[in-house]
C-alpha cells in the first residue's frame, strides 16, 4: 500500500521524518492505567525532540481521536533522559508538569521505560488536508498506515476513503494506536 499511496502523493510531497520513539510510564502503571501515553519522539536523530502526552483515546469507525499536548524540549537533555532513566523525572516542561501534577509520576525512580520504535513519515498537503503517511517499523513488522488531523475527521475520511478506491488501494480501518499496537507485540 505505501509506495503506491506514497508514488501517487508525490507531486504533494513537503517533508519526510525519521522518528525514534520513547515511551514511558509511572513505575506503577500511572499512566497505562489511565489510558495515557507519555512518549519522547526525536526527528531525523537528534534535530528535534518533541514530548507528548496523549489521553482520552477513542477509536470510532476506524477515525482514533485523542488528546493531545506537545511541546518541544531540548534534544540533549531529551536524549540525555533516554538514556538514563533517572533523569526523566527531573526534566523541567510544562508536559512533565502535568505528568507529575495529573498523573502522580515523580521522582528519580518514578518512571519506567515502555520502549521503543522507530517510523518513517511522509508528510503532503494534498485536497486541503494534511496526510501523513507513516511506515513504522516494529521488531515483529511493519505497518503502514495514513494520519489526517482534521477539524472535520468524517469528511477527510470520505476524501480518503475515494482516493483509495478510485486508485484499487486495498486498506482497513485503524482497530488500534500504534503504541498499542506495539505493547501487544503482534500486527493487527
Known amino acids: ?13 513537503v517533508i519526510t521524518h525519521h522518528q525514534h520513539n520513547h515511551f514511558f510510564d509511572g513505575a506503577a502503571s500511572e499512566l497505562s492505567s489511565r489510558r495515557a501515553t507519555f512518549r519522547f ?45 533517572g533523569k526523566l523525572g527531573f526534566v523541567d516542561s510544562r508536559i512533565m508538569g502535568r505528568v507529575k501534577e495529573e498523573f502522580g509520576v515523580v521522582g528519580k525512580n518514578g518512571f519506567v521505560g515502555l520502549g521503543k520504535f522507530r517510523n518513517v513519515r511522509n508528510v503532503y498537503e494534498w485536497k486541503g488536508l494534511k496526510l501523513e503517511v507513516d511506515e513504522t517499523g516494529f521488531d515483529f513488522g511493519t505497518l503502514f498506515e495514513i494520519e489526517c488531523e482534521s477539524s472535520d475527521p468524517e469528511e ?26 506495539f505493547r501487544s507485540g503482534k500486527l493487527p
Not at 51 to 80: C, F, H, Q, T, Y
Open 1 to 13: 500500500m505505501e509506495v503506491e499511496v506514497t508514488a501517487l502523493l508525490s507531486p504533494f510531497h
Open 41 to 85: 519522539r526525536f526527528y531525523n536523530d537528534d534535530e528535534r525532540c518533541v514530548v507528548s502526552l496523549k489521553a482520552k483515546g477513542v477509536l470510532v469507525n476506524g477515525v482514533r481521536r485523542v488528546e493531545e499536548d506537545e511541546e518541544d524540549l531540548d534534544p540533549k537533555i531529551g536524549r540525555d533522559s533516554v538514556d538514563e532513566l
Open 156 to 181: 477527510a475520511k470520505q476524501i480518503l476513503e475515494e482516493f483509495l478506491k478510485e486508485n484499487e488501494i486495498d486498506y482497513s480501518y485503524s482497530v488500534a494506536s500504534k503504541f498499542s499496537i
